[in-house]
């Protein structure tokens, strides 16, 4: 089992930054992937970056690109979202997320983030 406590969302005015943080415990040693994802009022949840145990490989959505950055420290387990230059469509519940070995998958309880015009 892992458990997740993401955190660090908030309101910001359009063009600023915000980071979020994800704390993991439990089974860390079994992650393999770490990723955030958002959900914004009527749209499903859509993945926004994920990085593998190594760092080696990172995946964006193509929203964020160029704009936001995924980081993890394994020796602390946590990962980070840096979002710079943020629009008022980046407003929406971020989701940490996890999969470990065996292909179980862990969600955090989400943490909102709203961008004023």
């Known amino acids: 089992q892992v458990q997740l406590v993401d955190s660090g969302g908030g309101l910001v005015q359009a063009g600023g930054s915000l980071r979020l943080s994800c704390a993991a415990s439990?089974?860390?040693?079994?992650?393999?992937?770490m990723a955030w994802y958002r959900q914004a009022p009527g749209k499903q949840r859509e993945l926004v970056a994920s990085i593998t145990r190594d760092g080696g490989t990172t995946n964006y959505g193509d929203s964020v690109k160029g704009r936001f950055t995924i980081s993890r420290d394994n020796t602390k387990a946590t990962v980070a979202l840096q979002m710079n230059s943020l629009k008022p469509e980046d407003t929406a519940v971020y989701y940490c997320?996890?999969?470990?070995?065996?292909?179980?998958?862990?969600w955090g309880q989400g943490t909102q983030v709203t961008v004023s015009s």
């Open positions: 439990g089974s860390i040693s079994r992650i393999w992937v």
């Open positions: 997320y996890v999969l470990s070995v065996g292909n179980r998958r862990y």
